[in-house]
């Protein structure tokens, strides 16, 4: 990519002209020439100088987004080339929502760790898609989860399953017995919520509001899924959760209710750089994504599996 655009984006992100000068090699004279120079070139300022550092100007946040689109290209295209000659990759970052994370994900990286043993990996937790800027940036390379919106620019999606939330309650709660439970049902019962979904409360708020019910009666909220299966266990409490979870909820002693309408369905699936769908690795995870996705949704011996059609 051209210096001068890596010496003002340096700039954009530290802030600090001595900051930039060391992070892209220059010393700090020479990068203060070059910024001045691109601002000649442009005919106007970028930055406003000041004692607590340099802040973009309004033609200069505009440049940055310009500047930010040809680094983005920039890297795709060596990435792209680099997959089709057949390049590796020394580490493979995965970040995955939590109808994967406890799971498929887990699959996911123990057999690809078995295959390509050259390559490092990194499993992190998305929530509601705040790792999507960093699918974009590079820092991460696939990421499992829904389908909130359009894919930006350079982006590419692969569906894998419609995830449906549901209610899950313990073994012994009267519900458990229930062949089928209308929304009514679930009329004044607590709940225990995964606090770092975002949408879980408003998704759950919306379809007591839907179905004419009283808000529900969160008595607590968890940082994790598997602390809010435990927490429940031998407790009238209910909870929240996609029911791609059925196995892991079933080994704590739940059961997913048998809801006549979901709390929530939504498409969720692969997210990727186009540049690097190429690369053996991610042809490899795709594939054992489409195996892993599959299998969990295949009922086990002696049961069934029970759709709902999602709310109108």
């Known amino acids: 990519m051209d210096r001068t ?3 003002f984006l340096a700039v954009v992100r530290t802030g600090n002209l001595t900051a930039a000068a060391d992070r892209i090699g220059l010393t700090q004279p020479a ?3 070059t910024i001045r120079r691109l601002e000649t070139d442009l005919g106007a300022p970028l930055f406003t100088r000041s004692a607590k550092g340099m802040t973009l100007t309004e033609v200069g946040e505009l440049f940055f987004e310009r500047a930010r689109a040809i680094e983005t290209h920039w890297a795709q295209a060596r990435e792209e080339a680099h997959a089709r000659s057949g390049g590796v990759l020394r580490e493979f970052r995965i970040a ?14 123990r057999q690809l760790a078995m295959e390509f043993p050259e390559t490092r990996f990194v499993l992190d937790f998305d929530v509601a898609g705040a790792m999507l800027p960093k ?20 982006i590419v999606t692969e569906k894998l399953l419609d995830v449906v939330t549901g209610a899950m309650c313990c073994r012994s ?33 919306e379809y007591c509001l839907q179905f004419r019910l009283e808000m529900p009666r969160v008595i607590m909220e968890v940082d994790a899924l598997a602390s809010s299966f435990m927490i429940i266990r031998g407790t009238p409490y209910l909870t929240a959760a996609p029911t791609t979870l059925r196995p892991m909820a079933e080994e704590a002693g739940l ?6 309408v979901p709390i929530w369905s939504f498409p969720s699936g692969a997210w990727m750089r186009r540049s690097t ?3 053996p690795i991610m042809k ?16 086990a011996p002696g049961h069934s599996v029970r759709l709902s059609p999602p709310p109108h």
């Not at 699918?135 to 350079?154: M, S, W």
């Not at 458990?176 to 225990?192: I, Q």
């Open 5 to 7: 655009l890596r010496a």
């Open 31 to 33: 990068l203060t020439k």
């Open 284 to 299: 490899r995870a795709l594939a054992l994504l489409r195996e892993y996705v599959a299998a969990t949704l295949e009922p």
């Open 173 to 205: 709660h009267p519900l458990a017995w229930l062949p089928r439970v209308p929304p009514e049902s679930l009329r004044e019962h607590r709940w225990v919520i995964y606090k770092r979904d975002i949408f879980m409360q408003r998704r759950l708020t």
């Open 135 to 154: 699918l974009q940036t590079g820092d991460i390379h696939l990421l499992l989860g829904a389908f909130v919106h359009e894919p930006p620019e350079g």
């Open 255 to 260: 059961v997913v209710l048998p809801l006549d």
């Open 277 to 279: 769908r190429e690369y």
């Open 96 to 109: 995955s929502g939590a109808a994967y994370h406890m799971r498929i994900a887990p699959q996911l990286v």
